[in-house]
């Protein structure tokens, strides 16, 4: 995917939402605290605390979630 798409997904639309992977992996993005861009990396705070690094050539998709996932 683009990083530019995903940098402006980041920080100028609605929050949360789900990276999907060409593996079919998901991770939510509850707020922008939970990922961080590089030049050609995405990193994503897991469920457990641990940081994932994804190269943006697999996420397929950038998935909505319902404003409930968000942390309070």
Do not use: C, Q, W
């Not at 079919?24 to 939970?34: E, N, Q, W």
């Amino acid at each position: 995917m683009n990083m530019e798409f995903i940098r402006k997904r980041l920080h100028e639309e609605i929050m949360p939402f789900a990276v999907r992977l060409s593996d079919g992996r998901k991770y939510d993005v509850p707020h922008t605290d939970f990922m961080a861009l590089g030049k050609h990396v995405v990193i994503i705070i897991d469920s457990e605390g641990h940081p994932v690094h994804l190269d943006p050539v697999h996420i397929v998709s950038l998935d909505d979630l319902p404003a409930e996932t968000a942390p309070n």
